[in-house]
T-cell receptor, first 110, second 111 residues
Framework: TQLLEQSPQFLSIQEGENLTVYCNSS?????LQWYRQEPGEGPVLLVT?????EVKKLKRLTFQFGDARKDSSLHITAAQPGDTGLYLC??????????FGTGTRLKVLA | DTAVSQTPKYLVTQMGNDKSIKCEQN?????MYWYKQDSKKFLKIMFS???????INETVPNRFSPKSPDKAHLNLHINSLELGDSAVYFC??????????FGSGTRLTVV
């Protein structure tokens, strides 16, 4: 069974700090996505990465896909309270089936 | 104009009852999904339909029956509800190329 492990599971930081969330698997994925979920809502897509070694930036968020396409990281610079939420990675072993990671709950304190 | 809408938002029911959750998407996607999110926030795929055809059925009890009357709709019917069915159920559409667009979820509580 393919599994995507995220670390850390919980993260509580002060506004202005930097942080990195990791998403790891023993399997190779054809593509990988990151989502953010807020309470009472569904996950919202942040980014899709498809090429090993790819780096994408979305304002203060930087996403990287590992060279071997087995892992990914999300780095947030100068975190803000609005970044608070559940961050989920999702990997696509196939066209229709995406497996979601175990999740990282981030809380940014003002 | 909501892209993926599911109803109801909350559902409280007794064990043994049968209930349905409806989902509609207006994004023109061919593929729709049902996911279950447990109390630890783990999202697990249940079903996937592509153009009204079932393509993924992940070891879900046969008390759960999805129905897709057309590619814009995917409903979920659950028979003989059990306490362990309590969770948040998400409908989604899209897939690898577009990313998933999720509905806002249905919180099912079985008492």
């Amino acid at each position: 069974t393919q599994l995507l492990e995220q670390s850390p599971q919980f993260l509580s930081i002060q506004e202005g700090e930097n942080l990195t969330v990791y998403c790891n698997s023993s399997s190779v994925f054809s593509s990988l996505q990151w989502y953010r979920q807020e309470p009472g809502e569904g996950p919202v897509l942040l980014v899709t990465v498809v090429t090993g070694g790819e780096v994408k930036k979305l304002k203060r968020l930087t996403f990287q896909f590992g060279d071997a396409r087995k892992d990914s990281s999300l780095h947030i610079t100068a975190a803000q309270p609005g970044d608070t939420g559940l961050y989920l990675c999702a990997g696509g072993p196939g066209t229709y089936k995406y497996i979601f990671g175990t999740g990282t709950r981030l809380k940014v304190l003002a | 104009d909501t892209a993926v809408s599911q109803t109801p938002k909350y559902l409280v029911t007794q064990m043994g009852n049968d209930k349905s959750i409806k989902c509609e998407q207006n994004l023109g996607h061919d593929t729709m999904y049902w996911y279950k999110q447990d109390s630890k926030k783990f999202l697990k795929i249940m079903f996937s339909y592509n153009n009204k055809e079932l393509i993924i059925n992940e070891t879900v009890p046969n008390r759960f029956s999805p129905k897709s009357p057309d590619k814009a709709h995917l409903n979920l019917h659950i028979n003989s509800l059990e306490l362990g069915d309590s969770a948040v159920y998400f409908c989604a559409s899209g897939g690898r190329n577009y990313g998933y667009t999720f509905g806002s979820g249905t919180r099912l509580t079985v008492v």
